[in-house]
């Protein structure tokens, strides 16, 4: 008997109808997890995490992140290697939790990969407009910006714009580039990832002789008598908030069905692009805090910001980070299509979505109208809503997400310990656990307002759990038993 079993579920559409195309292979993938990562984190992100909680110390809590996706990303490459299927943690927990929780965390997926895409196409816009701003071009405020955002008061309020039309546009090319096809689109996307990390190597390698350590002093500010506010508490919050940075790894384990040899390697495109994002991460926000005191951080641009104020010696650095930041960002919007319209697919195959979201086009071997779907529904999120008021709702529903698959491969390891396993994650009994509990307490430090719009979220989400997923979803296709 084979250890994992792939039981035939109903469906209306044929299995030939499903198949997507396997066409990429580990570069590609550890090129589509860097793309996904860097970009908001890194470019937007750091900053306000060091200005409002952690000073120097945010480089502890890009650390704290690290872990937890590192014991979250061990946990992910021993189930990807088993079940090489498309919906990333959605798969995994159907075929271990059942299929409520499978409902419950493809519900939470969509808040990292739909909403995160829009939020980041939001912050997007802002570095595009600067660089038309430097080639002397303006777009009237009406069509540039969020028609909502916050007040003072962490209330929603009308700014007068009417739409983030860059923001929708973005999202609306990038869908149709996916709609193409995996390989093309993989191209792309290691191409724009080769160009965004060079320059952040250029800053890094530029900005670090001008490291001022009197700036990284006192490393860790005392807290100021409120949780979250410096101190060991604000560590915690800034890594709660940096662990947006890091949202997009796991994007790898959804490209499962479209990669040549998944057992192999989806674990490296996971880990690889896990390692090569936190060193980067780790050092920039190092210059960053290093080139300039942490309380001036708290702007949209941080990044040229810092080295900006380092002074005309780096001035030429300046326009090419606006650049690195315009296709940071681009390519975590083109990675949270991509895996959200694969989860969606998912989804679909298993009847908790209508079969729609899993047609594939005969010449493209792409799910294009799921693709098209979701793209358009990020577009209109994107038109409407800024990067902070979805930031931290993503951030919550992924690190969920997250605690789900440790929890779910440690249940596999107690009914199947047997089963052939291509990658083991290793002291399972300690990585797991950790995993756990680091992501759980990033999720206790975020705000009381994150966890009402998570209820929020659920209950929506429940709603249509029990008004079609429930009565049209058929038992997973995927279950995990001892080898005979």
């Not at 490459?77 to 419950?104: C, K, Q, V």
């Not at 109208?369 to 990020?378: H, Q, V």
């Not at 596999?412 to 509990?437: E, M, N, S, Y």
């Not at 249509?464 to 038992?475: D, E, L, N, Q, V």
């Amino acid at each position: 008997m084979s250890d994992i079993t792939d039981l035939t579920q109903p469906n209306p559409v044929t299995a030939d109808e499903h198949d997507l195309k396997r066409v990429l292979g580990p570069v590609q993938l550890i090129l589509l997890g860097i793309g996904g990562v860097i970009g908001a984190g890194i470019f937007v992100i750091t900053g306000t995490a060091a200005a409002e909680h952690a000073g120097p110390a945010v480089l502890i809590s890009f650390v704290i992140a690290a872990l937890g996706c590192t014991f979250a990303g061990l946990c992910y490459a021993e189930f990807a290697a088993m079940i090489p299927e498309s919906g990333s943690a959605y798969t995994y927990s159907y075929a271990t939790l059942g299929r409520f929780m499978a409902w419950f965390i493809g519900w939470n997926l969509v808040l990292e990969y739909l909403v995160s895409g829009a939020a980041v196409a939001a912050g997007w816009s802002g570095y595009f407009q600067a660089l038309l701003a430097d080639m002397g071009m303006h777009l009237p405020a009406a069509i540039g910006n969020a028609p909502l955002t916050f007040n003072a008061g962490h209330q929603i309020v009308f700014t007068g714009a009417l739409i983030n039309l860059p923001a929708a546009g973005l999202i609306l090319v990038l869908t149709a580039l996916l709609t193409i096809g995996a390989r093309e689109s993989a191209s792309f996307n290691g191409l724009m990832v080769i160009i965004k990390v060079a320059i952040v190597l250029a800053v890094i390698v530029f900005c670090i002789p001008y490291v001022n350590f009197d700036n990284l002093t006192p490393f860790i500010p005392a807290n100021t008598g409120e949780y979250g506010q410096f101190g060991w508490s604000g560590i915690a919050a800034g890594a709660g908030m940096v662990f947006f940075a890091y949202i997009g790894f796991d994007a790898v384990s959804v490209a499962a069905q479209e990669t040549k040899n998944p057992q192999r390697d989806l674990p490296i495109g996971i880990l690889g692009s896990l390692l090569v994002c936190t060193i980067l991460y780790i050092l920039m926000a190092l210059v960053m805090t290093g080139v300039v005191s942490y309380t001036e951080l708290n702007v949209p641009n941080p990044v040229s910001f810092a080295v900006a104020a380092i002074g005309p010696q780096l001035a030429w650095l300046v326009p090419w980070i606006n650049v690195g930041a315009t296709l940071g960002l681009a390519t975590v919007v083109f990675v949270s299509i991509y895996g959200q319209s694969r989860i969606f697919y998912a989804m679909a195959r298993d009847g908790f979505l209508p079969p729609t979201f899993a047609a594939v086009h005969p010449q493209f071997k792409t799910p294009w109208r799921g693709t098209i779907i979701t793209g358009l529904l990020a577009a209109v999120l994107a038109a409407i809503f800024p990067l902070d008021i979805l930031g931290d709702l993503v951030s919550i529903g992924t690190l969920m997400a997250f605690i789900v698959v440790c929890v779910g491969t440690l249940i596999v390891r107690v009914r199947a310990p047997r089963a052939k396993r291509p990658f083991r994650t290793p002291f399972i009994w300690v990585v797991a656990p950790l995993g756990i509990l680091t992501c759980g307490y990033m999720m206790y430090s975020l705000s009381d307002d994150t966890w009402v719009r998570l209820a929020i979220w659920t209950v929506l989400g429940l709603a249509i759990y029990f008004a079609y997923g429930i009565r049209h979803a058929a038992p997973s296709k995927w279950t995990v038993t001892n080898e005979s």
